[in-house]
């Protein structure tokens, strides 16, 4: 019973020097303030010409058996396709693209700046002001019950950013083109069967005449003044 824990009377906790914590209303875990001032000129003049001149055909043939755990069965497939295909483009596909572009973007005022009387310099990885004094960063605690007093994470952000922001595009693109691609095919398959016999023939003809009597032409010019 000599050994049982007990706790401690007022005054033994006198004694010790304890100090109560703060209301958890009063020490916030964490303090966050952050100023956020911008101004972005942004300016993306986009010019873009497309010419084409195409001739497409894609004449598709196809046959498809299957005898599937079947037994004494057969399984054709037949496909003949004839294609006689003829294409011809007589023209001139031009894409002519000019952009002028003009963008001022005058560097906008977002606060005040550092007066040169409190402008600062680093020597030897320090700051010091322009008297050779070093800015007040204030006593710092020697108590240290001070450390539960306030936040216990305190964060201060000040963001002033002034961005001027120009993409000017400049692009043509000009193309003839033939395109043919007749395809023809036949399909055949016995699977777990058994004296059956899958046939598949595919026959094709095909004639293609392709020809282009014409120019593709494409040009671009940009000018673009550009003031930020």
């Known amino acids: 019973m000599d050994h049982e824990m007990r706790p401690l009377t007022d005054d033994e906790l006198l004694a010790e020097q304890a100090t109560a914590l703060p209301d958890k209303e009063v020490a916030s875990v964490l303090d966050l303030n952050a ?55 007589t023209a001139d596909a031009n894409a002519a693209s000019t952009q002028d572009s003009t963008i001022d973007q005058s560097n906008d005022t977002i606060d005040g700046g550092t007066p040169d009387s409190e402008a600062t310099e680093t020597v030897d990885g320090g700051t010091v002001l322009p008297d050779g004094s070093l800015p007040d960063v204030g006593a710092l605690p020697t108590d240290p019950t001070a450390a539960l007093d306030g936040d216990l994470l305190n964060v201060n952000v000040d963001l002033a ?11 043509a693109v000009a193309a003839n083109a033939n395109v043919a691609a007749p395809i023809d095919a036949a399909v055949a398959a016995n699977i777990g069967s058994i004296d059956s016999q899958a046939y598949a023939v595919a026959e094709q003809d095909a004639i293609i005449s392709q020809n282009i009597d014409g120019e593709a032409n494409a040009s671009a010019d940009q000018q673009s003044d550009l003031q930020q």
Do not use: F, H
């Open 35 to 89: 100023d956020l001032d911008l101004g972005i000129d942004a300016a993306a003049p986009i010019d873009l010409a497309v010419a084409a001149n195409a001739n497409v055909a894609a004449p598709i043939d196809a046959a498809a058996s299957a005898n599937i755990l079947s037994y004494g069965s057969d399984a054709q497939a037949l496909a003949d396709q004839g294609v006689v295909i003829e294409q011809g483009i």
């Open 161 to 171: 950013a002034d961005a001027d922001i120009a993409a000017p595009i400049n692009g």
